[in-house]
């Protein structure tokens, strides 16, 4: 069952990740940006830290294509806002489980033990957690953002061609 519902997470995340990856070529075919990007690949920002997405707000900054400024800089502002909310969290638990640190293990149930009078009882089952949310409600939560997002992203891609 443990090892189901790791992977189930893994996948979970993993769609999620392709599903930003097959995105982003859409800044290239809308002509947005006068680069090649080909997903949501992690680079460095203007004096920033490598993060994830990182390529994808450096062509929206720095190398957009004449004419769409106002739609690159609400892509970009978009992006980062649902980075924050979500993104870089479900990213970072997808690199985690594909490539897990030395000694990291499964998500799994836990269970709180005690013994009295040499007799073991179970006091609380508890659920996976993700950044503290039950997987099941972070999953949840976390399809309604990517709606959201997809949706937002779609209409801003949309108003370049008007």
């Known amino acids: 069952m443990c090892a189901s519902l790791h992977s189930h997470v893994e996948n979970f995340s993993a ?9 982003m070529p859409l800044l290239n075919a ?3 940006v006068n680069c090649t990007l080909h997903g949501f690949n992690k680079g460095k920002g203007k004096g920033q830290d490598i993060q994830p997405g990182g390529r994808i707000l450096n062509a929206l900054s720095a190398n957009v294509a004449a004419g ?7 892509l ?3 992006i980062m806002e649902h980075k924050e909310r979500w993104i870089d969290t479900v990213i970072a638990l997808r690199d985690t489980m594909t490539h897990p640190p030395e000694g990291w293990t499964q998500l799994m149930f836990r269970l709180k033990m005690s013994v009295e009078s040499s007799e073991v009882h179970c006091e609380q089952i508890l659920v996976p957690d993700i950044n503290g ?3 099941d409600a972070f999953a949840e939560k976390s399809l309604k953002l990517i709606k959201e997002f997809c949706q937002e992203y779609l209409r801003t891609l949309a108003s370049a061609r008007k």
């Open 15 to 23: 769609g999620i990740k392709s599903l930003l990856d097959l995105l």
């Open 30 to 32: 809308e002509k947005i």
């Open 68 to 74: 769409n400024l106002v739609v690159a800089e609400s």
């Open 76 to 78: 970009r502002l978009l």
């Open 133 to 135: 949310i039950e997987v």
